[in-house]
């Protein structure tokens, strides 16, 4: 069975509570089976530009060196001792650290960096990576939150076309 083809749906909010509200929907929404969730990013703009960024689930160079390091130092220890640990710690976290540096498993920096300057000033945009969609199912949800906007996305136009119409900012 292949997987899905994963989609970026971004949308903004004028509350950074709303954003985290949509999450907690969106994460419903994965537990009812009506989309599947592989990242999720808040980026949150300041008035004077400033922006800060969250990440759920980035798989980084210090999580993929801490993570090696510590299977290395177990493994070099059964195998080889107390010499064996040093040695197999300092590989694993060396190898775990260039793996996270390589591996970018959910919203690319790069999209991010991006998305930092389309968060108009004062707001807050939720980034979701996601697959397996019922758009009849998101469209519900969406209505839910009047003021949301659609900032970007890369779902086909008819999608594009009914999650603006669902935002209210357009009418069919």
Known sequence: ????????????????????????????MQKNG???????????????????????????????????????????TLFGGPLGGLIGGAAGAGGGALLGRLIDTGIKDEKITELREAVPPGSTALALLLSHLSLADLQNELARFPGARFVESDLYDAAIHAVRVSLGEIRE
Do not use: C, Y
């Open 1 to 28: 069975m292949t997987e899905a083809p994963q989609k970026l749906l971004v949308i903004g909010f004028d509350d950074p509570l709303k954003a985290g509200e949509f999450m907690l929907t969106a994460l419903r």
């Open 34 to 76: 009506q989309v599947r969730l592989h990242d999720a990013v808040f980026i949150e703009r300041a008035e004077d530009g400033g922006s800060t960024v969250r990440e759920t689930q980035d798989f980084t160079p210090g999580k993929g060196a801490l993570g090696a390091g510590m299977w290395g130092l177990l493994l070099g």
